[in-house]
């Protein structure tokens, strides 16, 4: 096991307080840092750029879990926190589909598998950890080339 993937922060959004906690536990367990939020208005709260993964569940009062996901998607700077969706009621293919075609970057259905929730995530943080990396070269590089220019200018 990666050893910086450990430590990932994650954001768990779930109404139903047993799987939000079964979630959490099985996550905290394995080193994870978790956050908790009980419904879509409470993670959009709750979300900022630090996040390396947002679990969110489906059915939820106010705003669901595929509107919460269009809007993380939407926001130049939180779309590319990863999004897994976690569903006890939407668990047909038409849903999955409709949830990774909304935005989602993973789906899965409870009951969920402790052993394949944790390779998910550890997956999804590979993919933020790399995100990350490019992103930092790539300002790097923009940052040399205006040195650069400013050199050539002066």
């Known amino acids: 096991m990666n050893s910086s993937l450990s430590g990932g922060r994650i954001l768990v959004v779930d109404d139903t307080e047993a799987n939000r ?5 099985i996550l905290r367990k394995e080193g994870f840092e978790v ?3 009980a419904d879509g208005v409470q993670a959009l709260a709750r979300v900022n750029d630090d996040l390396d993964l947002v679990i969110l569940d489906i059915r939820m009062p106010e705003m669901d879990g595929y509107e919460v996901c269009k809007r993380l998607k939407a926001d130049p700077v939180l779309q590319a926190i990863p999004v897994l969706h976690i569903s006890a009621t939407y668990t047909g293919t038409k849903d ?3 949830g990774l075609e909304s935005g989602a970057d993973g789906y899965l259905t409870h009951p969920v ?3 394949v929730l944790v ?5 999804f943080l590979r993919i933020r950890q790399a995100d990350r990396a490019l992103r930092e070269s790539e ?3 923009r940052s040399r080339a205006e040195e650069l220019q ?3 200018q002066a």
Not at 21 to 25: D, E, I, K, L, Q
Not at 119 to 123: L, M
């Open 113 to 115: 598998d402790p052993g």
């Open 119 to 123: 390779a998910t995530v550890r997956a």
């Open 21 to 25: 906690y079964t979630v959490a536990r």
């Open 150 to 152: 400013a050199v050539m």
């Open 139 to 141: 300002a790097q590089a």
């Open 35 to 37: 956050r908790e939020a």
């Open 96 to 98: 999955i589909a409709y």
